[in-house]
DNA sequence: GCTGTTCTGTAACATTTGTAACCGAGCGTG
DNA sequence: CACGCTCGGTTACAAATGTTACAGAACAGC
């Protein structure tokens, strides 16, 4: 079976599938790598068929802040956006671990919709994840201090590698966060004296 | 005319007009009613005829944040991602000032999305829009202080109501942007100090 | 080993935002 | 007018976060 196929058989049809298999380019993507700049156009839409995507809005002087993570099965639904109506891309996807992609040339995202009901169904719901995650996001910034949020953060690591110990320095986190290495430092320093993490060099194991 | 062809024929083909002027339930609002609140199931899209409606997001314990506002000939897209997935609605959409809506019964959505091409691209240029304007919302948490929220979200309002003159109280300001009254007060007097605005009783006029 | 670099810990301090308390101005009502 | 209420101004203080600076530990490469 093919990995497209492997990826989302549960969620499309298998005549789409086919389609799908006809004419999307695959791509892989090293970890790090960027896969849609804040600016670029967008000309195909891109289905996550292995790894994972970090999805991240850029402030116009300095500055970045994490959005979501992409998982197998999903899609950027801002890149959708963009296809349709022609936009520049107003976040960044950057490959978070070796990934594969099947990227479909936008004209088909319109065809299917009118033709395939799982197609639909999934667009629909894959807008409705990924404004839940901005809530999310929002929830954060708006209501839970740094604390808070950096368990927050380590705790999706932990959930999308799927395991305890977490590659990353404090400055990584810092980034994500849009705060400053000191500030994370510290509060990290404080979650180890409460036993809920365990800080190594270039290491963070989650206790709790 | 009808209101709902005044409001939307420069977007939805004459047809599907025609159908939505047969199902459409409409709906008046008072400034200040609850069209749909946190927790409740959403079993209608709501398309906006005339008036404005505030989409706010609420803390648990207590704090809420203004997400958006929805004009004239727009839609709520949380809303619709509601009705297809039968979820609870996880925004509380209230009534800036009377406010006519079409209320459409859930089932027509993806009906339409497989018939009408002009509903397809009002579909996804909604999300895109809300999209944007979420992270218009996280910009502002994420990388302004709160003389920046503040002056943005008078900006905001003064686009809105098309009048540089705000009837509204500065605990009202600090409710939306999830602060204190006190520091809104401090920082409305430093602004109005830098001939940016100039306070009243109840009112906010902005000179810039 | 030695050396330069990266990562982390920590202190001291500045800035921003939040909190508590109080007072007076304006406004409506009887 | 007297009363109660809301709104806004202000002070003093507390807490959270950001900034600057420096030092040592861990590591990589030679």
Redesign the interface.
């Known amino acids: 079976m093919s990995e497209i196929a492997n990826a989302y058989q549960n969620v499309l049809e298998p005549a789409l599938i086919e389609e799908i298999e006809a004419v999307a380019i695959m791509k892989t993507f090293q970890a790090g790598e960027i896969i849609i700049d804040i600016g670029q156009y967008v000309r195909a839409m891109p289905l996550l068929i292995e790894g994972a995507i970090k999805i991240v809005?850029e402030?116009i002087?300095e500055?970045e802040?994490l959005?979501y993570y992409l998982a197998k099965g999903e899609t950027c639904?801002?890149s959708?956006?963009?296809c349709?109506?022609n936009?520049k891309s107003?976040?960044r996807a950057q490959a978070e671990m070796k990934t594969l992609v099947a990227m479909i040339p936008n004209q088909y995202l319109?065809e299917w919709?009118?033709k395939y009901?799982s197609w639909?169904?999934f667009i629909?719901?894959s807008?409705?994840s990924?404004?839940?995650e901005?809530?999310g996001?929002?929830?954060n910034?708006?209501?839970s201090n740094m604390e808070t949020r950096i368990m927050s953060y380590l705790k999706e690591k932990v959930r999308l590698i799927e395991s305890p110990i977490l590659t990353l320095t404090h400055q990584e986190i810092a980034s994500d966060l849009?705060s400053s290495r000191v500030v994370v430092s510290r509060i990290l320093k404080k979650l180890e004296n409460e036993n809920q993490i365990l800080l190594l060099r270039n290491e963070i194991r989650i206790l709790v």
């Open positions: 809005r402030d002087q500055g802040i959005l639904t801002m959708i956006a963009c349709v109506g936009k107003e976040i319109n919709l009118a009901n639909r169904e629909l719901n807008y409705s990924r404004m839940n901005m809530l996001a929002i929830d910034l708006a209501f849009n």
